[in-house]
Nanobody, 123 residues
Framework: QVQLVESGGGLVQAGGSLRLSCSGS????????MGWFRQTPGKEREFVAH????????DYADSVKGRFTISKDNARNTLYLQMSNLKPEDTAVYYC????????????????WGQGTQVTVSS
């Protein structure tokens, strides 16, 4: 089993940057594909980015491509999301998730979730 804890959210002006972290427990962390999702009130949880267990394969939603970078440090059991050139529409609760099989864009495929961290981008 994997427990995930996100951190790094906050309030930032449009055009600014934030780095989210997701710390994982358990020796199996390095074997999981990982993803970042976000959600706003009344909307479905939305795919943001995912990364393979080794870090060699990444994928991004079109809305964040070129602005966000996902990375994984297996030695530290930590997943990151570097967010740059933030826009008000990036405002959401951001969640990290772990997947035992292959990471996908579908949140229902993921096995473990963190509690979320709020990101607010002011215009």
């Amino acid at each position: 089993q994997v427990q995930l804890v996100e951190s790094g959210g906050g309030l930032v002006q449009a055009g600014g940057s934030l780095r989210l972290s997701c710390s994982g427990s358990g020796r199996a962390f390095s074997s999981y594909d990982m993803g970042w999702f976000r959600q706003t009130p009344g909307k479905e949880r939305e795919f943001v980015a995912h990364i393979s267990w080794s870090g060699g394969i990444t994928d991004y939603a079109d809305s964040v491509k070129g602005r966000f970078t996902i990375s994984k440090d297996n030695a530290r059991n930590t997943l990151y999301l570097q967010m740059s050139n933030l826009k008000p529409e990036d405002t959401a609760v951001y969640y990290c998730a772990a997947e035992r099989e292959r990471a996908t864009h579908n949140p229902r495929d993921y096995d473990y979730w963190g509690q979320g961290t709020q990101v607010t981008v002011s215009s």
